[in-house]
């Protein structure tokens, strides 16, 4: 029980840490970093959340897939009231990984939870590595990176204290939790890699590796 309600949280804290030693400002580890961690997230959010939801409820997965891709587009709206693009990612990391700490909560799958937390690992990274070129010192980082994963063992704990209420509305939170990764995938991974071969070759090894 402890692994399947910190597992993820791990994985995003491990991942985080390449903010304390990745190169400042080297776009080589950027594209790399982006590439790896849209190809780990494009193969989650396929196999481990999109496919399953759609398979228990077809018309409330796809509505969560909508709702997610639309949800995210408000973080978009409020780097020109003084958000920056950084800040927006984490905002959608958050936003993504509240539905995937519940949907660790419900499945009870040790393969589940062993997805999301290798997932989460490129993930943290890109959530804390950009923090370095807005003038972020390395440790808060890597801690900011570090708080996006915080919420996952509670939303898993709170699945686990009310699954009854819960548990019908996990075709939507799932099909919700695809939709907001493919929202990060699109608007903020993507054009970090640009003409980058690297980061594409990085791209296809972490969705090689996930669905490994």
Do not use: K, Y
Not at 86 to 110: F, K, R, W, Y
Not at 173 to 178: I, K, M, P, V
Not at 194 to 201: D, H, P, Q, T, V
Request: charge should be neutral.
């Amino acid at each position: 029980m402890w692994f399947g309600l910190l597992g993820p949280f791990l994985g995003t804290a491990v991942g985080s840490a390449a903010a304390l030693g990745v190169p400042m400002g080297d776009r080589r580890w950027n594209a790399a970093l982006a590439g790896a961690a849209g190809g780990a997230m494009t193969a989650a959010g396929i196999w481990n959340l999109l496919l399953p939801a759609l398979a228990s409820d077809r018309a409330g997965a796809l509505a969560g897939f909508l709702l997610g891709m639309l949800v995210l587009l408000l973080p978009q709206r409020l780097p020109g009231q003084g958000l920056s693009p950084a800040a927006a990612l984490l905002t959608a990391v958050v936003l993504h990984n509240i539905p995937e700490g519940m949907a660790v909560g419900a499945g009870d799958s040790a393969g589940l939870t062993i997805g999301i937390a290798l997932q989460n690992i490129p993930d943290g990274a890109v959530a804390a590595v950009p923090l370095l070129a807005l003038g972020c010192s390395r440790r808060r980082a890597f801690l900011a990176g570090v708080l996006t994963g915080a919420v996952e063992p509670i939303a898993a704990g709170l699945m686990l204290a009310f699954s009854g209420v819960l548990t019908p509305w996990m075709p939507v939170l799932l099909g919700f939790a695809a939709g907001a990764m493919g929202h990060v995938i699109l608007a903020e991974l993507a054009p970090e890699l640009g003409e980058s071969s690297w980061g594409i070759l990085c791209f296809a090894v972490g969705f090689a590796v996930m669905c490994g």
